[in-house]
């Protein structure tokens, strides 16, 4: 895991703070969308399949703001649709940062030219760029050519301006262990990303192609063949290694979808990020409220397949912070 060292230890006073006061659910990290509006159509997902009013809305700063300070969560996720479309994102990046978040930007790159002289870099804020495979694969991926050129160059600027800058990599059933080990490669080795996050596709209910997503199995089959020689402890993941040993099939978990909950335009959705079953007027009404319990895999049919990062990372990190042995290993990038 190659989360900085100040980041880590931040993280993981707060998590030991929230236990020490008995709380058992607890924010670590909050998916904010302020806006599902997207300057690509992606076939997989499911977030601009919105009425074109709903497409047209953007949360204002201070709402943004406002459940940030609510939940509590250290870390925040700015996603959508594509943020940079947000005509207030620069000044709420930066009153996030004041607040010291760390703050993500999830972003397909493509207005980052036009954007990046409102930001400055910091240790609380990065890129989180959306790559999903290399030229081919990605502009198949995000339905349109000469995308991946454009978001390489944005990166290399990013970088340019000393920005730190994460990826983030959605696999699916058209993805052999060779396209997984070349696109990590290149992220590691030439584009030199400071971190890179992988996931399964989730089945959107409502994403346009239906017929790619990963089933269990075969997500476990990839990611072992594909970790396999070592190439785990070469790749520089924002991830836990029991993670990773989570995808390979090698540990198995329990969904806790309350750790990283999801505010949009709508309110605080139920359960998170990937599925809507709902909106709390509140987080606390989220958190007390929604049966937790009848949501991840073995429980609900629409999660059978689901092992995205956004439920299932929060339960590895909590796993590993209560051994020493797995903390060790997190350490040491195992």
């Known amino acids: 895991m190659s989360m900085p060292v100040r980041q880590a230890l931040r993280i993981g006073g707060y998590i030991l703070g929230q236990r020490v006061r008995g709380r058992a659910k607890f924010p670590l990290l ?5 806006l599902f509006a997207c300057n690509l159509k992606c076939a997989g997902c499911g977030k601009i399949q919105h009425p074109a009013d709903v497409l047209k809305r953007r949360m204002p700063v201070e709402q943004a703001v406002a459940a940030v300070e609510e939940c509590g969560a250290p870390m925040v996720s700015i996603a959508g649709g594509e943020p940079l479309m947000h005509p207030e994102i620069g000044e709420m990046v930066r009153r996030l940062v004041a607040m010291k978040r760390y703050v993500f ?3 397909n790159a493509l207005l980052i030219p036009k954007k990046i002289d409102q930001f400055e870099p910091s240790p609380y804020f990065a890129w989180t760029v959306h790559i999903d495979g290399l030229r081919e694969r990605h502009d198949a991926s995000v339905c349109k050519e000469g995308v991946f050129d454009q978001v390489v160059e944005a990166v290399r600027e990013c970088r340019r301006r000393g920005f730190r ?11 052999s262990p060779q396209t997984v080990i070349d696109v990590l490669d290149y992220l590691n080795d030439d584009l030199r990303v400071d ?3 992988i996931s399964p596709g989730y089945a959107y209910e409502k994403a346009p192609d239906q017929e790619h997503f990963l089933g269990v199995q075969e997500t476990r089959a990839l990611f072992r063949k594909a970790f396999s020689g070592g190439n785990r402890r070469r790749w520089r993941f924002n991830h836990t290694p029991l993670f990773l040993d989570f995808l390979e099939g090698r540990a198995d978990f329990a969904c806790t ?4 909950p999801s505010y949009s335009l709508f309110g605080w959705q139920r359960p998170c990020y990937l599925m809507a079953d709902g909106y709390a007027a ?20 629409r999660c059978a397949n689901c092992m995205a990062h956004c439920g299932y990372e929060p339960t590895a990190v909590f796993a590993t912070l209560s051994s020493l042995k797995e903390s060790l290993r997190a350490i040491r990038g195992g």
């Open 195 to 197: 971190e890179m996050m």
């Open 257 to 260: 979808a309350w750790a990283i």
């Open 165 to 175: 800058v994460t990826t983030n990599t959605t696999f699916f059933n058209t993805d």
């Open 30 to 34: 909050l998916e904010l969308e302020p």
């Open 105 to 107: 930007l999830c972003t």
């Open 282 to 301: 509140s987080y606390r009404e989220l958190v007390e409220d929604t049966d937790w319990d009848s949501y991840g895999r073995g429980r609900d049919p």
